[in-house]
């Protein structure tokens, strides 16, 4: 051999030419694979999954209920689940309310949290999956604790999460689940708005 001529690695013949066929078809295939993928997303065809339209990191200012956070930016409302109701001047709180409450304030006064937020609700608050200073997602620890029920919208994140979190809740008769008698703070709302 000279030396500066480079030489093929492999014999020119059928073996390369079906060896590049197989990679150029694998090629083909990989890049309609991707673009189905990219159709059935972006086209609506795939099940609707929220996408968050704001992050932030913040100190809470307070936290007035077992669901909602007040920080600078805005009232917050977690998504995915809903807590009992406080007492609200003449009107009776739901059993486990100040309990739900107080898990929340502990957790996410002790620092600045990150906020994921996914839009916002009918009220104009923001729905938010929040993250306390330690990595725990306090909507999932709130209904893993049994301090509130999954209540899963289409603006719901990690659902499969928050309804094995209330699973196992209930499995182990933990916060709300303990009780004999239990009602949803969805049913307790309309209950106390009807005359």
């Known amino acids: 051999r000279e030396v500066g001529v480079v030489t093929s690695p492999c014999p020119p013949g059928p073996g390369l030419s079906r060896a590049l ?8 295939t990989g890049l309609l694979l991707a673009a189905g993928v990219i159709l059935f997303v972006t086209l609506g065809w795939a099940a609707s999954v929220p996408l968050p339209t704001r992050v932030f990191v913040a100190q809470p200012e307070r936290v ?10 805005g009232s917050c409302r977690l998504v995915g ?12 709180g739901q059993p486990m309310a ?27 608050r923001m729905l938010c999956w929040v993250i306390d200073h330690a990595g725990y997602a306090l909507n999932l620890m709130l209904v893993e604790s049994g301090f509130g029920v999954a209540y899963l919208t ?39 708005r009807e005359p």
Do not use: C, N
Not at 21 to 28: E, P
Not at 64 to 73: E, H, V
Not at 81 to 92: C, F, I, V
């Open 81 to 92: 689940l809903d807590s009992p109701e406080r007492k609200k001047g003449q009107q009776p």
């Open 21 to 28: 066929l197989l990679s150029a078809l694998a090629l083909l």
């Open 98 to 124: 100040e309990d739900a409450f107080k898990a929340l304030r502990d957790e996410a006064m002790r620092g600045p949290t990150t906020v994921i937020v996914y839009g916002t609700d009918k009220y104009g």
């Open 64 to 73: 007035p209920d077992g669901d909602t956070i007040i920080y600078a930016q």
């Open 154 to 192: 289409d603006r719901s994140p990690f659902a499969a999460g928050l309804l094995e979190a209330q699973r196992r809740a209930q499995a182990e008769k933990r916060g709300i689940w303990s009780l004999p008698k239990h009602e949803a703070p969805e049913a307790y709302r309309k209950r106390m």
